[in-house]
């Protein structure tokens, strides 16, 4: 466990002055995060980035470090606390769920997540339910996750892979959840990399469901635009049609070793002539 006493509490706002503000999903990070947090986590900043998206939550701490800890750390390096990955699923048989376990656990995960600083939730995946039964129950469930959140000042989405773009019982999975959830509790954070891989187009669905997709993970086969399979210029267009207000870059696999890889995948944000502060996030 990391004491918070090795972290400089004073934040260095001159490592984001004049920067674009991109976040980095700490999962891109993993390897060199487990081995030493407070190199990775300055290295990220060096890159470039302003802040994070994580995914090293448990038992109500951030990479073994409590709420207050995790965030003095991050601001330590001049960048913000924005998102973090995390949830919990229902049982096998979704009619066999243990609700008060499930809302016990999300009662200690909020108060954690507020206690760090997040503005956002977000569930990074579920099981494929076997029916739309199924499935409806998991859309009512994360409306009800949203409605906690809202309670608390943070905000609740869901991050989607491939498979949700198959069909149950005729219907595609993620366009039955984007009708199926509140927009006011529930928000979509569309990586759009998995969303290609399920063969559909990210810029189609920001002109179907305008405005329900507050965050993207922009993410690429390996370093951001490196694999031409993404259409970045037309996403980038199109954020105000998405609602998005938070871009998050995520690196799953590399060229490169992954500091360097995203650090290629920042500047490949910096010189991209249509991903602009302004059109990107939105003033909180």
Known sequence: MFSINIFSQKKNTSIIKGKKPIYLQLYSVRDDIRKDFKSTITAVAKAGYTGIEAAGYKDEKFYGLSPNEFKKAINSVGMEVLSSHTGISLAK??????????????????????????????????????????????????????????????????????????????????????????????????????????????????????????????????????????????????????????????????????LESIKLSYDYLKSNPYFKVGKNRCSK
Request: with cysteine; charged share 30%.
């Open 93 to 258: 048989d979704v009619q066999k769920t243990d609700w008060d376990a499930v809302w016990k656990w999300w009662d200690m995960a909020i108060a954690a997540h507020k206690a760090a600083g997040m503005k956002y939730i977000v569930k990074p995946s579920m099981p494929v339910p076997k029916t739309l039964a199924d499935l409806k129950v998991y859309c009512d469930y994360y409306n009800k996750v949203g409605e906690k959140c809202n309670d608390a000042g943070l905000k609740f989405g869901y991050h989607n892979h491939a498979f949700e773009f198959e069909k149950i019982e005729g219907e595609l999975m993620y366009d039955f959840m984007l009708k199926n959830t509140d927009p006011t509790k529930v928000f979509f954070q569309m990586d759009v990399y998995w969303t290609v891989i399920g063969k559909k187009g990210p810029v189609d669905y920001f002109n179907e469901y305008p405005g329900r997709f507050e965050m993207l993970h922009i993410k690429d086969n390996k370093e951001l635009g490196q694999s031409g399979m993404v259409g970045f210029d037309a996403i980038f267009k199109n954020t105000a049609k998405a609602g998005a207000k938070y871009m998050v870059v995520e690196v799953e696999r590399y060229n490169y070793e992954p």
